[in-house]
Protein backbone atom coordinates (compact mmCIF):
# COMPACT_ATOMS: atom_id res chain seq x y z
CA UNK A 1 0.00 0.00 0.00
CA UNK A 2 3.05 2.50 0.39
CA UNK A 3 3.25 2.42 -3.43
CA UNK A 4 -0.25 1.15 -4.05
CA UNK A 5 -1.81 4.20 -6.86
CA UNK A 6 -4.51 4.95 -4.15
CA UNK A 7 -5.81 7.42 -1.99
CA UNK A 8 -9.13 7.25 0.18
CA UNK A 9 -11.04 10.07 1.32
CA UNK A 10 -12.40 10.87 4.56
CA UNK A 11 -15.35 12.75 3.09
CA UNK A 12 -18.50 11.55 0.95
CA UNK A 13 -17.97 13.40 -2.55
CA UNK A 14 -20.79 16.63 -3.14
CA UNK A 15 -22.26 14.69 -5.58
CA UNK A 16 -23.22 11.27 -4.18
CA UNK A 17 -26.46 10.44 -2.93
CA UNK A 18 -26.00 6.58 -2.73
CA UNK A 19 -24.44 4.76 -0.65
CA UNK A 20 -21.99 2.42 -3.55
CA UNK A 21 -20.88 5.79 -5.12
CA UNK A 22 -20.18 7.68 -1.99
CA UNK A 23 -18.18 4.15 -1.08
CA UNK A 24 -16.58 3.85 -4.51
CA UNK A 25 -15.19 7.43 -4.38
CA UNK A 26 -14.55 7.41 -1.24
CA UNK A 27 -12.29 3.90 -1.29
CA UNK A 28 -10.36 5.08 -4.15
CA UNK A 29 -11.93 2.77 -6.48
CA UNK A 30 -13.45 4.99 -9.34
CA UNK A 31 -12.90 8.91 -9.94
CA UNK A 32 -15.04 10.71 -11.71
CA UNK A 33 -14.03 12.72 -15.01
CA UNK A 34 -17.30 14.27 -16.60
CA UNK A 35 -20.84 13.36 -15.71
CA UNK A 36 -21.54 9.77 -16.60
CA UNK A 37 -18.32 8.99 -17.32
CA UNK A 38 -15.68 7.40 -14.67
CA UNK A 39 -11.86 5.94 -14.66
CA UNK A 40 -11.05 2.88 -12.89
CA UNK A 41 -8.51 3.29 -10.35
CA UNK A 42 -6.15 -0.10 -9.59
CA UNK A 43 -8.90 -1.79 -7.30
CA UNK A 44 -12.02 -0.71 -8.81
CA UNK A 45 -9.96 -2.10 -12.09
CA UNK A 46 -9.74 -5.04 -10.09
CA UNK A 47 -13.28 -5.57 -9.43
CA UNK A 48 -14.43 -4.79 -12.90
CA UNK A 49 -12.00 -7.67 -14.10
CA UNK A 50 -13.34 -10.30 -11.71
CA UNK A 51 -16.94 -9.81 -12.66
CA UNK A 52 -15.75 -9.97 -16.41
CA UNK A 53 -14.50 -12.95 -15.95
CA UNK A 54 -16.80 -14.32 -14.42
CA UNK A 55 -18.99 -13.24 -17.12
CA UNK A 56 -16.90 -14.58 -19.74
CA UNK A 57 -16.52 -17.97 -18.03
CA UNK A 58 -20.54 -18.68 -17.96
CA UNK A 59 -20.65 -17.25 -21.46
CA UNK A 60 -18.20 -19.53 -22.50
CA UNK A 61 -19.50 -22.50 -20.70
CA UNK A 62 -23.12 -22.18 -22.84
CA UNK A 63 -20.97 -22.55 -26.37
CA UNK A 64 -20.65 -18.78 -26.48
CA UNK A 65 -17.54 -17.56 -28.91
CA UNK A 66 -16.07 -13.95 -27.56
CA UNK A 67 -15.36 -11.64 -30.15
CA UNK A 68 -14.91 -7.86 -30.00
CA UNK A 69 -16.34 -5.06 -32.01
CA UNK A 70 -15.68 -1.44 -32.60
CA UNK A 71 -17.67 0.98 -30.42
CA UNK A 72 -17.20 3.54 -33.40
CA UNK A 73 -19.54 2.73 -36.01
CA UNK A 74 -20.80 3.98 -38.92
CA UNK A 75 -24.81 5.56 -39.94
CA UNK A 76 -25.89 3.40 -42.25
CA UNK A 77 -26.69 0.14 -40.65
CA UNK A 78 -28.56 2.11 -38.03
CA UNK A 79 -30.61 3.66 -40.42
CA UNK A 80 -32.05 0.79 -41.97
CA UNK A 81 -33.03 -0.68 -38.86
CA UNK A 82 -34.15 3.41 -37.94
CA UNK A 83 -32.44 3.32 -34.59
CA UNK A 84 -30.44 6.36 -35.97
CA UNK A 85 -33.40 8.23 -35.39
CA UNK A 86 -35.79 6.17 -32.58
CA UNK A 87 -32.42 5.93 -30.44
CA UNK A 88 -33.05 9.80 -30.08
CA UNK A 89 -30.61 12.15 -27.64
CA UNK A 90 -29.33 8.98 -25.92
CA UNK A 91 -26.89 8.19 -29.23
CA UNK A 92 -23.79 9.59 -29.28
CA UNK A 93 -23.43 11.28 -32.82
CA UNK A 94 -20.43 11.90 -34.09
CA UNK A 95 -18.80 13.19 -37.69
CA UNK A 96 -15.88 12.33 -38.86
CA UNK A 97 -13.53 14.72 -40.74
CA UNK A 98 -15.25 14.38 -44.20
CA UNK A 99 -17.84 15.18 -42.50
CA UNK A 100 -19.55 11.43 -42.73
CA UNK A 101 -22.24 10.52 -39.89
CA UNK A 102 -20.70 7.81 -37.45
CA UNK A 103 -22.05 6.82 -33.68
CA UNK A 104 -20.62 5.53 -30.91
CA UNK A 105 -22.45 1.98 -30.06
CA UNK A 106 -25.17 1.91 -27.39
CA UNK A 107 -25.89 -1.99 -28.55
CA UNK A 108 -24.47 -3.87 -31.28
CA UNK A 109 -27.77 -5.69 -32.91
CA UNK A 110 -26.99 -4.61 -36.33
CA UNK A 111 -23.84 -5.11 -36.68
CA UNK A 112 -23.99 -8.69 -35.19
CA UNK A 113 -27.09 -9.41 -37.73
CA UNK A 114 -24.39 -8.10 -41.09
CA UNK A 115 -21.41 -9.97 -39.08
CA UNK A 116 -22.99 -13.47 -39.46
CA UNK A 117 -24.55 -12.77 -42.63
CA UNK A 118 -21.39 -11.49 -44.28
CA UNK A 119 -19.57 -14.65 -42.66
CA UNK A 120 -22.59 -17.90 -42.58
CA UNK A 121 -24.31 -18.93 -46.07
CA UNK A 122 -25.78 -22.67 -44.96
CA UNK A 123 -28.11 -24.21 -42.02
CA UNK A 124 -25.37 -26.16 -41.01
CA UNK A 125 -23.71 -22.70 -39.25
CA UNK A 126 -25.83 -22.72 -36.78
CA UNK A 127 -27.36 -22.48 -34.00
CA UNK A 128 -23.98 -19.91 -33.33
CA UNK A 129 -24.26 -17.39 -30.01
CA UNK A 130 -21.88 -14.05 -30.25
CA UNK A 131 -20.33 -11.98 -27.42
CA UNK A 132 -18.43 -9.34 -26.46
CA UNK A 133 -17.49 -7.50 -23.33
CA UNK A 134 -17.31 -3.56 -24.70
CA UNK A 135 -17.38 0.15 -23.64
CA UNK A 136 -20.75 1.36 -24.96
CA UNK A 137 -21.85 4.92 -25.16
CA UNK A 138 -25.22 6.67 -24.31
CA UNK A 139 -26.16 10.21 -23.59
CA UNK A 140 -27.92 9.11 -20.46
CA UNK A 141 -30.63 12.13 -19.55
CA UNK A 142 -29.99 11.87 -16.03
CA UNK A 143 -26.41 9.90 -15.31
CA UNK A 144 -26.46 8.74 -11.78
CA UNK A 145 -24.82 7.33 -8.90
CA UNK A 146 -21.53 6.98 -10.14
CA UNK A 147 -20.79 3.61 -12.57
CA UNK A 148 -24.64 2.60 -11.96
CA UNK A 149 -25.62 4.89 -14.68
CA UNK A 150 -22.56 6.29 -16.67
CA UNK A 151 -22.65 7.21 -20.10
CA UNK A 152 -20.04 5.46 -20.96
CA UNK A 153 -20.45 1.92 -19.29
CA UNK A 154 -19.04 -2.08 -19.86
CA UNK A 155 -21.72 -4.27 -21.00
CA UNK A 156 -21.76 -7.77 -21.75
CA UNK A 157 -23.83 -8.15 -25.43
CA UNK A 158 -24.60 -11.59 -26.94
CA UNK A 159 -26.64 -12.16 -29.40
CA UNK A 160 -28.28 -15.62 -30.67
CA UNK A 161 -28.74 -16.67 -34.18
CA UNK A 162 -30.50 -19.94 -34.76
CA UNK A 163 -33.05 -21.24 -37.27
CA UNK A 164 -36.39 -21.99 -36.14
CA UNK A 165 -38.51 -20.64 -32.70
CA UNK A 166 -37.34 -23.99 -30.71
CA UNK A 167 -33.96 -22.68 -31.26
CA UNK A 168 -34.12 -19.31 -30.45
CA UNK A 169 -35.82 -20.82 -27.06
CA UNK A 170 -33.02 -22.83 -26.38
CA UNK A 171 -30.84 -20.24 -27.07
CA UNK A 172 -32.77 -17.93 -24.68
CA UNK A 173 -33.15 -20.78 -21.71
CA UNK A 174 -29.55 -21.08 -22.02
CA UNK A 175 -28.74 -17.73 -21.45
CA UNK A 176 -31.32 -17.53 -18.54
CA UNK A 177 -29.34 -20.22 -16.42
CA UNK A 178 -25.90 -18.78 -17.64
CA UNK A 179 -27.25 -15.66 -16.03
CA UNK A 180 -28.56 -16.88 -12.76
CA UNK A 181 -25.15 -18.71 -12.45
CA UNK A 182 -23.25 -15.30 -12.48
CA UNK A 183 -25.57 -13.64 -10.58
CA UNK A 184 -25.04 -16.31 -7.55
CA UNK A 185 -21.42 -16.64 -8.12
CA UNK A 186 -21.52 -12.38 -7.80
CA UNK A 187 -23.72 -13.06 -4.58
CA UNK A 188 -26.15 -10.52 -5.50
CA UNK A 189 -29.71 -10.59 -4.42
CA UNK A 190 -32.58 -10.40 -7.70
CA UNK A 191 -35.38 -11.41 -9.23
CA UNK A 192 -36.22 -12.68 -12.86
CA UNK A 193 -39.38 -10.32 -14.30
CA UNK A 194 -41.03 -10.13 -17.28
CA UNK A 195 -39.92 -6.99 -19.44
CA UNK A 196 -41.49 -4.56 -22.11
CA UNK A 197 -38.77 -4.92 -24.79
CA UNK A 198 -38.54 -1.53 -25.74
CA UNK A 199 -36.36 0.11 -28.32
CA UNK A 200 -35.10 -3.57 -29.29
CA UNK A 201 -38.36 -4.41 -30.58
CA UNK A 202 -39.14 -8.41 -30.06
CA UNK A 203 -41.73 -10.62 -28.26
CA UNK A 204 -40.52 -12.14 -24.64
CA UNK A 205 -38.03 -10.52 -22.42
CA UNK A 206 -37.06 -10.65 -18.99
CA UNK A 207 -35.32 -8.30 -16.17
CA UNK A 208 -32.65 -9.38 -14.11
CA UNK A 209 -33.28 -6.89 -11.52
CA UNK A 210 -31.18 -6.64 -8.33
CA UNK A 211 -33.19 -5.80 -5.17
CA UNK A 212 -32.54 -2.32 -4.26
CA UNK A 213 -34.03 0.80 -2.45
CA UNK A 214 -32.17 3.25 -5.06
CA UNK A 215 -32.96 1.34 -7.92
CA UNK A 216 -35.23 3.16 -10.65
CA UNK A 217 -36.86 -0.20 -11.87
CA UNK A 218 -39.57 -0.72 -9.92
CA UNK A 219 -41.32 -4.57 -9.74
CA UNK A 220 -44.24 -5.95 -8.52
CA UNK A 221 -44.76 -9.90 -7.22
CA UNK A 222 -47.59 -12.33 -6.48
CA UNK A 223 -46.50 -14.22 -3.89
CA UNK A 224 -49.20 -16.60 -3.87
CA UNK A 225 -48.76 -17.46 -7.78
CA UNK A 226 -44.76 -16.57 -8.60
CA UNK A 227 -45.80 -13.98 -11.21
CA UNK A 228 -43.32 -11.17 -10.79
CA UNK A 229 -42.90 -8.26 -13.48
CA UNK A 230 -41.05 -4.92 -13.84
CA UNK A 231 -44.14 -2.59 -13.41
CA UNK A 232 -43.62 -1.43 -17.14
CA UNK A 233 -44.80 -4.54 -18.58
CA UNK A 234 -47.69 -5.21 -16.31
CA UNK A 235 -51.09 -5.66 -18.09
CA UNK A 236 -54.18 -4.49 -16.73
CA UNK A 237 -56.87 -6.98 -16.67
CA UNK A 238 -59.89 -5.03 -17.83
CA UNK A 239 -62.89 -5.89 -16.66
CA UNK A 240 -66.20 -7.27 -18.38
CA UNK A 241 -67.92 -4.30 -20.29
CA UNK A 242 -71.65 -3.64 -19.17
CA UNK A 243 -74.53 -3.02 -21.06
CA UNK A 244 -76.01 0.26 -21.36
CA UNK A 245 -79.66 0.10 -20.65
CA UNK A 246 -80.56 1.80 -17.79
CA UNK A 247 -78.16 3.87 -17.08
CA UNK A 248 -78.49 7.38 -16.53
CA UNK A 249 -78.41 9.73 -18.89
CA UNK A 250 -74.75 12.23 -18.35
CA UNK A 251 -75.55 15.46 -16.39
CA UNK A 252 -73.70 18.43 -15.74
CA UNK A 253 -73.18 20.11 -12.70
CA UNK A 254 -71.86 23.16 -11.01
CA UNK A 255 -68.93 21.91 -8.90
CA UNK A 256 -67.30 25.07 -7.84
CA UNK A 257 -63.44 24.83 -6.83
CA UNK A 258 -63.30 21.18 -7.53
CA UNK A 259 -59.73 21.20 -9.66
CA UNK A 260 -58.51 18.28 -7.30
CA UNK A 261 -59.87 14.92 -7.12
CA UNK A 262 -60.13 15.21 -3.59
CA UNK A 263 -62.31 18.07 -3.32
CA UNK A 264 -64.39 16.62 -6.62
CA UNK A 265 -65.06 13.14 -4.58
CA UNK A 266 -66.05 15.52 -1.88
CA UNK A 267 -68.27 17.53 -3.77
CA UNK A 268 -70.09 14.20 -5.08
CA UNK A 269 -70.40 12.90 -1.14
CA UNK A 270 -72.27 15.80 -0.84
CA UNK A 271 -74.61 16.74 -3.78
CA UNK A 272 -75.27 13.12 -5.43
CA UNK A 273 -77.06 9.97 -4.03
CA UNK A 274 -74.75 7.49 -2.86
CA UNK A 275 -71.46 7.27 -2.00
CA UNK A 276 -68.22 7.64 -4.40
CA UNK A 277 -64.45 7.38 -4.01
CA UNK A 278 -61.62 8.75 -6.03
CA UNK A 279 -61.89 4.98 -8.25
CA UNK A 280 -65.29 7.03 -9.79
CA UNK A 281 -63.80 9.65 -11.08
CA UNK A 282 -61.96 9.88 -14.37
CA UNK A 283 -58.58 12.00 -14.62
CA UNK A 284 -57.68 13.22 -17.67
CA UNK A 285 -53.77 14.06 -17.79
CA UNK A 286 -52.55 15.75 -20.84
CA UNK A 287 -49.14 15.58 -22.19
CA UNK A 288 -47.06 15.76 -25.15
CA UNK A 289 -46.03 13.12 -27.15
CA UNK A 290 -43.08 13.01 -30.46
CA UNK A 291 -42.80 10.10 -32.48
CA UNK A 292 -38.68 9.32 -33.86
CA UNK A 293 -38.29 12.42 -36.51
CA UNK A 294 -41.51 13.90 -35.87
CA UNK A 295 -43.48 16.67 -34.48
CA UNK A 296 -45.22 17.35 -30.98
CA UNK A 297 -48.74 16.23 -30.73
CA UNK A 298 -51.32 16.50 -27.93
CA UNK A 299 -52.26 13.45 -26.57
CA UNK A 300 -54.76 13.18 -23.26
CA UNK A 301 -54.24 10.09 -20.52
CA UNK A 302 -57.53 9.11 -18.85
CA UNK A 303 -57.09 6.94 -15.68
CA UNK A 304 -59.39 6.38 -12.68
CA UNK A 305 -58.40 8.96 -10.20
CA UNK A 306 -57.29 7.06 -7.60
CA UNK A 307 -54.30 6.81 -9.39
CA UNK A 308 -51.28 9.01 -10.66
CA UNK A 309 -50.24 8.40 -14.27
CA UNK A 310 -46.77 6.69 -13.81
CA UNK A 311 -44.65 8.45 -16.28
CA UNK A 312 -42.07 5.44 -16.75
CA UNK A 313 -45.26 3.41 -17.57
CA UNK A 314 -46.49 5.78 -20.12
CA UNK A 315 -43.04 6.02 -21.64
CA UNK A 316 -42.35 2.30 -22.03
CA UNK A 317 -46.14 2.23 -23.76
CA UNK A 318 -44.87 4.53 -26.00
CA UNK A 319 -41.69 4.14 -27.02
CA UNK A 320 -39.85 4.85 -29.39
CA UNK A 321 -41.77 8.12 -28.66
CA UNK A 322 -40.76 11.13 -26.43
CA UNK A 323 -43.16 12.15 -24.00
CA UNK A 324 -43.67 15.43 -21.65
CA UNK A 325 -45.84 17.09 -20.16
CA UNK A 326 -48.00 19.91 -20.88
CA UNK A 327 -46.15 23.30 -20.23
CA UNK A 328 -48.11 27.25 -19.14
CA UNK A 329 -47.10 27.82 -22.89
CA UNK A 330 -48.84 24.75 -23.99
CA UNK A 331 -52.15 25.29 -22.20
CA UNK A 332 -52.26 28.77 -23.64
CA UNK A 333 -52.31 27.57 -26.88
CA UNK A 334 -54.70 25.31 -26.68
CA UNK A 335 -57.42 27.16 -25.10
CA UNK A 336 -60.15 24.11 -25.22
CA UNK A 337 -58.03 22.50 -22.47
CA UNK A 338 -59.66 24.24 -19.14
CA UNK A 339 -57.00 22.87 -16.89
CA UNK A 340 -58.44 21.23 -13.63
CA UNK A 341 -61.89 20.22 -15.41
CA UNK A 342 -60.59 18.53 -18.87
CA UNK A 343 -62.91 15.63 -20.01
CA UNK A 344 -62.94 13.46 -23.12
CA UNK A 345 -65.58 15.42 -24.71
CA UNK A 346 -63.25 18.55 -25.36
CA UNK A 347 -60.57 16.28 -26.31
CA UNK A 348 -62.70 14.39 -28.75
CA UNK A 349 -64.18 17.60 -30.92
CA UNK A 350 -60.22 18.80 -30.73
CA UNK A 351 -59.27 16.16 -32.56
CA UNK A 352 -57.04 15.32 -29.73
CA UNK A 353 -55.64 11.83 -29.48
CA UNK A 354 -57.30 10.27 -26.00
CA UNK A 355 -56.38 6.99 -24.51
CA UNK A 356 -57.54 5.34 -22.09
CA UNK A 357 -56.76 2.84 -18.91
CA UNK A 358 -58.34 -0.74 -19.53
CA UNK A 359 -60.59 -0.31 -16.73
CA UNK A 360 -62.44 2.33 -18.66
CA UNK A 361 -64.37 -0.46 -20.02
CA UNK A 362 -67.81 -0.25 -22.10
CA UNK A 363 -70.39 0.38 -20.32
CA UNK A 364 -68.87 2.47 -17.03
CA UNK A 365 -69.89 5.51 -15.81
CA UNK A 366 -67.63 8.48 -14.43
CA UNK A 367 -67.40 11.89 -13.15
CA UNK A 368 -65.01 13.95 -15.06
CA UNK A 369 -64.42 17.33 -16.41
CA UNK A 370 -66.85 19.32 -18.31
CA UNK A 371 -64.46 21.26 -20.07
CA UNK A 372 -65.93 24.30 -18.42
CA UNK A 373 -64.12 26.56 -14.88
CA UNK A 374 -66.42 24.13 -11.90
CA UNK A 375 -68.28 22.09 -13.86
CA UNK A 376 -68.15 18.50 -14.10
CA UNK A 377 -70.16 15.55 -15.82
CA UNK A 378 -71.81 13.03 -13.66
CA UNK A 379 -72.62 9.60 -15.13
CA UNK A 380 -70.42 9.49 -18.44
CA UNK A 381 -70.73 6.37 -20.16
CA UNK A 382 -67.40 4.92 -21.84
CA UNK A 383 -68.77 3.32 -25.10
CA UNK A 384 -71.84 5.50 -25.17
CA UNK A 385 -71.21 9.15 -24.63
CA UNK A 386 -67.20 9.17 -25.37
CA UNK A 387 -65.42 6.53 -27.65
CA UNK A 388 -61.43 6.81 -26.56
CA UNK A 389 -58.94 5.60 -29.13
CA UNK A 390 -57.88 2.72 -27.40
CA UNK A 391 -56.46 1.98 -24.33
CA UNK A 392 -52.88 2.78 -22.77
CA UNK A 393 -50.89 0.99 -19.76
CA UNK A 394 -50.16 4.19 -17.70
CA UNK A 395 -52.11 4.46 -14.51
CA UNK A 396 -49.79 3.37 -11.51
CA UNK A 397 -49.58 -0.13 -9.88
CA UNK A 398 -50.14 0.15 -6.44
CA UNK A 399 -49.46 -1.99 -3.51
CA UNK A 400 -52.51 -4.56 -3.09
CA UNK A 401 -53.94 -4.40 -6.51
CA UNK A 402 -54.91 -7.99 -8.04
CA UNK A 403 -51.93 -9.69 -10.07
CA UNK A 404 -52.93 -9.84 -13.76
CA UNK A 405 -53.02 -14.03 -13.54
CA UNK A 406 -55.90 -13.03 -10.46
CA UNK A 407 -54.23 -15.39 -8.19
CA UNK A 408 -53.68 -12.84 -5.54
CA UNK A 409 -52.43 -9.40 -4.29
CA UNK A 410 -49.10 -7.44 -5.91
CA UNK A 411 -46.45 -6.12 -3.59
CA UNK A 412 -44.09 -3.56 -5.10
CA UNK A 413 -40.49 -3.38 -4.52
CA UNK A 414 -37.35 -1.51 -6.49
CA UNK A 415 -34.49 -3.04 -8.44
CA UNK A 416 -31.70 -1.99 -10.38
CA UNK A 417 -31.57 -3.75 -13.79
CA UNK A 418 -28.30 -6.14 -14.65
CA UNK A 419 -29.49 -8.24 -16.89
CA UNK A 420 -32.05 -8.47 -20.03
CA UNK A 421 -32.32 -11.17 -22.20
CA UNK A 422 -34.84 -11.21 -25.38
CA UNK A 423 -36.14 -12.90 -27.84
CA UNK A 424 -35.91 -10.65 -30.66
CA UNK A 425 -37.07 -12.94 -33.37
CA UNK A 426 -36.50 -11.73 -37.03
CA UNK A 427 -36.66 -7.65 -36.01
CA UNK A 428 -32.98 -7.22 -37.27
CA UNK A 429 -32.61 -10.30 -39.49
CA UNK A 430 -35.24 -8.69 -41.83
CA UNK A 431 -33.82 -5.73 -41.50
CA UNK A 432 -30.57 -6.73 -43.24
CA UNK A 433 -31.96 -10.16 -44.75
CA UNK A 434 -29.92 -12.69 -42.57
CA UNK A 435 -30.80 -16.07 -44.54
CA UNK A 436 -29.05 -19.14 -44.94
CA UNK A 437 -29.36 -21.81 -47.35
CA UNK A 438 -32.23 -24.37 -45.45
CA UNK A 439 -31.68 -28.16 -45.42
CA UNK A 440 -34.58 -27.92 -48.19
CA UNK A 441 -32.55 -26.16 -50.04
CA UNK A 442 -34.43 -22.96 -49.92
CA UNK A 443 -33.55 -20.07 -48.06
CA UNK A 444 -34.19 -19.91 -44.19
CA UNK A 445 -34.30 -16.38 -42.72
CA UNK A 446 -32.63 -16.60 -39.21
CA UNK A 447 -34.59 -15.74 -35.63
CA UNK A 448 -32.08 -13.40 -33.56
CA UNK A 449 -31.82 -13.10 -29.35
CA UNK A 450 -30.11 -10.56 -27.68
CA UNK A 451 -28.55 -10.63 -24.58
CA UNK A 452 -26.91 -7.93 -21.91
CA UNK A 453 -25.16 -7.46 -18.73
CA UNK A 454 -24.42 -4.76 -17.14
CA UNK A 455 -20.84 -5.74 -15.82
CA UNK A 456 -19.91 -1.51 -14.51
CA UNK A 457 -22.74 -1.70 -13.57
CA UNK A 458 -23.24 -4.70 -11.23
CA UNK A 459 -19.53 -3.28 -9.64
CA UNK A 460 -22.09 -0.75 -8.13
CA UNK A 461 -24.36 -3.16 -7.42
CA UNK A 462 -22.38 -5.53 -5.60
CA UNK A 463 -21.42 -2.14 -3.66
CA UNK A 464 -24.54 -1.40 -2.87
CA UNK A 465 -25.97 -4.54 -1.65
CA UNK A 466 -22.66 -5.44 0.31
CA UNK A 467 -21.79 -2.68 2.48
CA UNK A 468 -22.46 -1.02 5.89
CA UNK A 469 -21.19 2.22 7.60
CA UNK A 470 -17.65 1.43 7.82
CA UNK A 471 -17.50 0.45 4.04
CA UNK A 472 -17.32 -1.81 1.65
CA UNK A 473 -17.67 -5.45 2.21
CA UNK A 474 -16.95 -7.36 -1.35
CA UNK A 475 -17.72 -10.88 -1.74
CA UNK A 476 -14.36 -13.07 -2.31
CA UNK A 477 -15.35 -13.93 -5.96
CA UNK A 478 -14.50 -10.24 -6.89
CA UNK A 479 -12.75 -8.84 -4.28
CA UNK A 480 -9.93 -6.73 -5.17
CA UNK A 481 -7.55 -9.05 -2.57
CA UNK A 482 -8.58 -12.01 -0.96
CA UNK A 483 -6.62 -10.95 2.46
CA UNK A 484 -5.99 -7.40 3.27
CA UNK A 485 -2.96 -7.56 5.45
CA UNK A 486 -2.14 -4.49 8.31
CA UNK A 487 1.07 -4.18 10.02
CA UNK A 488 0.00 -2.25 13.07
CA UNK A 489 3.21 -2.84 14.98
CA UNK A 490 6.67 -0.50 14.97
CA UNK A 491 8.66 -3.28 15.68
CA UNK A 492 10.57 -4.57 13.49
CA UNK A 493 10.39 -8.43 14.00
CA UNK A 494 6.60 -7.68 13.90
CA UNK A 495 7.36 -5.81 10.43
CA UNK A 496 9.80 -8.44 9.03
CA UNK A 497 7.00 -11.38 10.07
CA UNK A 498 4.29 -9.31 8.53
CA UNK A 499 6.07 -9.12 5.32
CA UNK A 500 7.05 -12.97 5.56
CA UNK A 501 3.55 -14.10 6.14
CA UNK A 502 2.33 -11.85 2.48
CA UNK A 503 5.13 -13.82 1.12
CA UNK A 504 3.77 -17.02 1.86
CA UNK A 505 0.20 -16.41 1.36
CA UNK A 506 0.92 -15.17 -1.88
CA UNK A 507 2.91 -18.34 -2.40
CA UNK A 508 -0.54 -20.45 -1.30
CA UNK A 509 -2.27 -18.71 -4.67
CA UNK A 510 -3.83 -15.66 -2.74
CA UNK A 511 -3.83 -12.31 -3.23
CA UNK A 512 -2.44 -10.10 -0.51
CA UNK A 513 -3.27 -6.39 0.06
CA UNK A 514 0.25 -5.33 2.05
CA UNK A 515 -0.41 -2.51 4.78
CA UNK A 516 3.28 -1.31 5.08
CA UNK A 517 2.16 2.48 5.11
CA UNK A 518 3.59 4.19 8.08
CA UNK A 519 0.38 5.50 9.28
CA UNK A 520 -0.80 5.15 12.58
CA UNK A 521 -2.99 1.77 13.32
CA UNK A 522 -6.66 3.55 13.61
CA UNK A 523 -5.90 4.77 9.77
CA UNK A 524 -4.79 1.62 8.84
CA UNK A 525 -7.87 -0.38 10.38
CA UNK A 526 -10.27 2.31 9.02
CA UNK A 527 -9.38 2.30 5.61
CA UNK A 528 -9.21 -1.16 5.56
CA UNK A 529 -12.81 -0.85 6.77
CA UNK A 530 -13.49 1.00 3.76
CA UNK A 531 -11.43 -0.65 1.15
CA UNK A 532 -14.05 -4.29 1.69
CA UNK A 533 -11.38 -7.05 1.57
CA UNK A 534 -13.16 -10.42 3.02
CA UNK A 535 -10.55 -11.00 5.43
CA UNK A 536 -8.16 -8.65 7.25
CA UNK A 537 -5.09 -9.64 9.14
CA UNK A 538 -3.90 -7.62 11.83
CA UNK A 539 0.26 -8.65 12.61
CA UNK A 540 -0.18 -5.98 15.94
CA UNK A 541 0.90 -5.79 19.97
CA UNK A 542 0.04 -9.83 20.07
CA UNK A 543 3.12 -10.31 17.39
CA UNK A 544 5.37 -10.78 20.79
CA UNK A 545 3.30 -13.06 22.45
CA UNK A 546 3.04 -15.40 18.94
CA UNK A 547 -0.77 -14.57 17.63
CA UNK A 548 -1.89 -12.88 14.33
CA UNK A 549 -5.57 -11.25 14.19
CA UNK A 550 -8.27 -12.64 11.74
CA UNK A 551 -10.95 -10.66 10.98
CA UNK A 552 -14.18 -11.25 8.69
CA UNK A 553 -14.98 -8.28 7.42
CA UNK A 554 -18.80 -9.61 6.66
CA UNK A 555 -19.48 -10.98 9.73
CA UNK A 556 -17.05 -8.36 11.76
CA UNK A 557 -15.60 -11.77 13.73
CA UNK A 558 -12.43 -12.26 14.96
CA UNK A 559 -9.95 -14.52 16.11
CA UNK A 560 -6.57 -14.79 17.03
CA UNK A 561 -4.25 -17.77 15.70
CA UNK A 562 -0.90 -18.68 16.66
CA UNK A 563 1.59 -17.20 14.23
CA UNK A 564 2.86 -20.50 13.33
CA UNK A 565 -0.39 -21.68 12.19
CA UNK A 566 -1.50 -18.32 10.39
CA UNK A 567 -0.76 -19.08 6.94
CA UNK A 568 -2.88 -22.60 7.04
CA UNK A 569 -5.76 -20.92 9.15
CA UNK A 570 -5.67 -17.86 6.57
CA UNK A 571 -5.81 -20.42 3.45
CA UNK A 572 -9.09 -21.95 5.35
CA UNK A 573 -10.51 -18.36 5.72
CA UNK A 574 -10.25 -17.32 2.48
CA UNK A 575 -11.42 -20.59 0.52
CA UNK A 576 -14.31 -20.79 3.54
P1 LIG B 1 -31.95 0.90 -18.09
O1 LIG B 1 -33.42 0.67 -18.11
O2 LIG B 1 -31.32 0.75 -16.74
O3 LIG B 1 -31.54 2.14 -18.82
P2 LIG B 1 -31.68 -0.61 -20.50
O4 LIG B 1 -33.01 -1.24 -20.59
O5 LIG B 1 -31.40 0.59 -21.28
O6 LIG B 1 -31.34 -0.31 -18.95
P3 LIG B 1 -30.25 -2.66 -21.97
O7 LIG B 1 -30.28 -1.86 -23.20
O8 LIG B 1 -31.07 -3.88 -21.87
O9 LIG B 1 -30.56 -1.73 -20.73
O10 LIG B 1 -28.73 -2.97 -21.61
C1 LIG B 1 -28.28 -4.19 -21.01
C2 LIG B 1 -27.70 -3.94 -19.63
O11 LIG B 1 -26.72 -2.91 -19.64
C3 LIG B 1 -28.73 -3.47 -18.64
O12 LIG B 1 -29.41 -4.57 -18.08
C4 LIG B 1 -27.89 -2.74 -17.61
O13 LIG B 1 -27.42 -3.65 -16.63
C5 LIG B 1 -26.73 -2.22 -18.41
N1 LIG B 1 -26.87 -0.78 -18.66
C6 LIG B 1 -27.76 -0.17 -19.48
N2 LIG B 1 -27.60 1.16 -19.45
C7 LIG B 1 -26.56 1.40 -18.60
C8 LIG B 1 -25.90 2.59 -18.17
N3 LIG B 1 -26.27 3.79 -18.60
N4 LIG B 1 -24.87 2.48 -17.28
C9 LIG B 1 -24.48 1.26 -16.84
N5 LIG B 1 -25.07 0.11 -17.22
C10 LIG B 1 -26.09 0.17 -18.09
MG1 LIG C 1 -31.37 2.56 -20.71
Known amino acids: ?170 SYIAHRDAYQRIF ?48 EAVVTPAPESIPF ?31 FD ?27 GNREVDFKRLEASLEPAEVE ?23 QENGVRYLVDPRVVDGTAWITGADQPNRHVVGLVAGRDFTPDGTIEAAEILDGDLSPDGKGPLVAAKGIEIGHIFQLGQKYTNAFEVDVLGESGKPVRLTM ?39 ANKDEAAIGGATSLAEELDAEGLDVLLDDRKSSPGVKFKDAELLGMPIVVVVGRGYANGVVEVRDRFTGESAEVPVDNAVSAIVAAVRG
Open 184 to 231: ARLAVRYVIVAATSGAMGGSASEEFLAESEVGEDTFVRCVESGYAANV
Open 325 to 347: MLTEADFTANAFLVKGYIGPKAL
Open 1 to 170: MSTLFLRTLRDDPADAEVPSHKLLVRAGYVRRVAPGVYSWLPLGLRVLRAVENIVREEMNSIGAQEILLPALLPREPYETTARWTEYGDNLFRVKDRKGTDMLLGPTHEEIFAQLVKSEYSSYKDLPVILYQIQTKYRDEERPRAGILRGREFVMKDSYSFDLDDDGLKA
Open 245 to 275: DGLAEAQVHETPDTTTIETLVAWANETLDGT
Open 278 to 304: AADTLKNVMVKVRQPGGEWELLGIGVP
Open 449 to 487: GSYGVGVSRLVAVIAEQQHDDKGLCWPAEVAPYDVHLVI
